[in-house]
């Protein structure tokens, strides 16, 4: 793979050619956009890489999410599938509870099967 990548992240393209976690990442204050862009180049250099930078979603099978540590405590979440190749970034949130919320996962979900 170029420049020693181990896994290229792609983003998730909608049916009219949006984007959603780059518009989300660009949403974000610089320094938050900057930790979260920092852990999803960490997961493409480093992969297979673990905690506390990625970890599958338990009981998603094929669904990982990337962490990062955001301003005023916040934690940042992308998650993401492995498709042809790539590591396909699926839905970005700000996480506000000690477990991944049900919509995310199914939003997350919904735009993995339209991959297929």
Do not use: N
Request: hydrophobic share 40%; net charge positive.
């Amino acid at each position: 793979m170029q420049d020693g990548k181990r896994l290229v992240a792609a983003f998730f393209r909608t049916e009219r050619g949006g984007e959603p976690v780059r518009d989300w990442l660009k949403s974000l204050p610089v320094e938050d956009h900057k930790q979260m862009g920092g852990a999803i180049m960490a997961a493409e250099y480093g992969w297979p890489i673990g905690l506390p930078t990625c970890r599958p979603l338990s009981g998603h099978a094929g669904l990982w999410e990337v962490r990062a540590a955001l301003s005023d405590g916040r934690i940042g979440r992308v998650i993401f599938t492995l498709a042809g190749g790539r590591m396909v970034l699926l839905h970005g949130f700000v996480k506000k509870s000690q477990k991944t919320p049900r919509r995310d996962i199914a939003l997350a979900r919904t735009r993995q099967r339209t991959l297929a």
